[in-house]
């Protein structure tokens, strides 16, 4: 499905994204993790077609990213920033709908199969009950889900997420790690999100991408990142393996 090979991408030439090789297959969870300003959401832009990479190619489904007209590609890749929208007055169902966008043509306003697109988007998020609410209304964990239906309304292949579990509390971490865990199987897309949240990662992602520097450090089931010492190579911290999850080594003992 996606061919990353040999891309880099520099800001005012600072590199920011170093000769990152990947492929990512059908209906998968990939988490992309690493520490702060190792390139996570830059090479999530560039395979969004946010940013052009400065080297290297992408070719989804077979094809270079860049010989996509744009309508086709986002009907088929979703990218969910980390930050999308502000939190204006605006009614949940409305929002999602403008995730149609590129099923119209120019001047064309959305028809009843789109709203109800937009409502399957949010039933599919475990958010129907949210589809007359507005978004200034919501907490963060419902305005997350709403943001992820309008992503899911143009039913993509692909699904671009930059840090969607940021900000929020431990229960609704779990709840849209499962959730995400879902929509790969009830879809058949493929997901790649961003987090730093290694254990909800791990706990149900199928591959981790470890990025490092700008560089890709390690693509591997979870298993391979949840050891001592790769935890150490990677993060820089001691840390203990307990049933898979990490703890820390100077973790309080309950």
Not at 85 to 105: H, I, Q, Y
Not at 139 to 168: C, H, Q, T, W
């Amino acid at each position: 499905m996606l061919d990353i090979r040999g891309v880099s991408y520099s800001y005012d030439g600072v590199a920011a994204v170093r000769d990152v090789s990947a492929s990512v297959g059908s209906a998968q969870l990939v988490a992309l993790t690493g520490p702060n300003g190792s390139g996570k959401s830059t090479l999530l832009k560039i395979v969004a077609r946010v940013l052009t990479p400065d080297d290297g190619t992408i070719a989804f489904d077979g094809r270079s990213i860049s010989e996509w007209p744009p309508k086709e590609y986002a009907k088929r890749v979703g990218y969910l920033p980390q930050d999308p929208d502000p939190t204006f007055p605006m009614r949940a169902l409305d929002v999602v709908v403008s995730g149609r966008a590129p099923f119209l043509g120019r001047f064309e306003w959305e028809k009843v199969a789109d709203y109800e697109e937009a409502a399957q988007a949010l039933a599919l998020c475990d958010a129907a009950d949210l589809a007359d609410r507005y978004l200034d209304e919501m907490s963060g964990g419902e305005r997350k889900r709403v943001f992820l239906a309008r992503v899911l309304a143009a039913r993509p292949k692909l699904i671009l997420l930059d840090e969607p579990l940021a900000s929020l509390d431990i229960s609704h971490v779990q709840q849209f790690s499962n959730l995400l865990r879902d929509i790969v199987k009830r879809t058949e897309a493929t997901v790649v999100y961003a987090t730093h949240e290694l254990n909800w990662a791990a706990a149900y992602c199928d591959r981790m991408l470890v990025m490092q520097k700008g560089a890709l450090a390690l693509d591997a089931p979870p298993s391979d990142l949840m050891r001592p010492d790769v935890v150490r190579r990677l993060f820089g911290f001691d840390a203990r393996v307990v049933e898979g999850w990490i703890v820390p080594v100077n973790a309080r003992p309950s």
